[in-house]
């Protein structure tokens, strides 16, 4: 990928980890003039330029300005290549063709990633907010289609919710290294399940988890037998929610699950519950969780906490897919 000047007056270069902190200041910009629900770190903006994943990001320049990004991770999946790609255009730079030119363009530097990676084909994935209809149609008119649609639930932590009784031998505990690799098992077998998909190795999975705040993350047990059984889990970040500065004040439910054979045990209200706690106990305000707007049991599970703990909705977050 090489530098290359456009009609529009900016310069397309390839973007490198000694970008981050542009990149990231160019994301809070758009995220505070779009007034996004859910905020991006900087953490995780420097996950973005990992050495352990497969990815692809250059920006639009005017002069030493960041104008615009794009960014294509790559992964494997069970039926081949799976690219997920994201970008940005500075308010300032909007209706000026940008937008469809970054597009343009992210079509082409995922399949010069396909093919670099000795893919013939590869599936590419976006996420769209719901009030984006600009980048909705856009994406329409480049034959992207919905896929999958995600809804983004948040409460103040306080005051806490009446928590149901935890069923009967059953006991949630921090989630410790001891455990870790059953969670990863049991990830693997819950993500297989959705739109989501799963990350590529174990390696990966620990640089993840990394993101993740580590007392935050909690496992639920079923103490019955000679050894505790993973009944379910979850896991957890923390994020920023409409700061106009760096402060996080929000714990985000990276991803909650239960087993099957411990379902309708009040584990899915207990294990929030403890997340509430632990928020609260390290000064944040609100709790985060997405929601994928399917018929699957854990779906449902979630659902019901999220009614009876009155969440409120705040966003919706739309997938759209194509091959290349």
Not at 78 to 84: E, Q, R
Request: aromatic share 10%; with cysteine.
């Amino acid at each position: 990928m090489t530098s290359t000047q456009t009609p529009g007056f900016w310069l397309w270069k390839e973007l490198t980890v000694d970008d981050v902190a542009t990149v990231g200041n160019l994301i809070s910009l758009i995220e505070e003039a779009d007034q996004a629900a859910i905020r991006t770190t900087r953490q995780e903006v420097e996950s973005y330029f990992s050495e352990s994943q497969v990815w692809l990001a250059e920006g639009a320049w005017v002069g030493s300005e960041l104008v615009a990004f794009s960014f294509i991770r790559a992964s494997r999946s069970d039926d081949g290549l799976a690219l997920t790609v994201s970008g940005g255009v500075h308010t300032r730079w909007r209706a000026r063709g940008l937008g469809a030119e970054l597009l343009e363009r992210q079509q082409e530097n995922a399949r010069e990633l396909t093919r670099r990676l000795g893919y013939s084909g590869a599936r590419m994935s976006m996420y769209i907010d719901s009030d984006q209809g600009d980048l909705a149609n856009l994406a329409t008119l480049y034959s992207f289609t919905e896929s999958a649609r995600y809804l983004q639930y948040r409460r103040s932590l306080v005051p806490k919710p009446i928590t149901p009784e935890l069923g009967r031998y059953l006991e949630i505990i921090p989630l410790t290294k001891e455990f870790e690799p059953e969670v990863w098992s049991a990830h693997q077998k819950f993500m297989s399940q959705n739109s989501l998909g799963t990350v590529e190795n174990y390696e990966q999975w620990l640089e993840l988890r990394s993101s993740m705040v580590d007392k935050w993350c909690f496992v639920a047990l079923d103490t019955f037998g000679d050894r505790p059984e993973l009944a379910g889990y979850v896991l957890c970040s923390k994020f920023r929610s409409f700061t106009t500065d760096d402060t996080e004040d929000e714990g985000y439910i990276e991803e909650i699950a239960v087993l099957p054979q411990w379902r309708d045990r009040n584990l899915v209200e207990n294990l929030v519950a403890n997340c509430m706690d632990a928020f609260k106990r390290d000064s944040m305000k609100l709790i985060g969780i997405d929601l994928e707007s399917d018929k699957n049991t854990d779906v449902n599970q979630t659902a019901q906490m999220l009614r009876l703990y009155n969440f409120e909705k705040v966003a919706e977050m739309i997938v759209v897919d194509r091959d290349i």
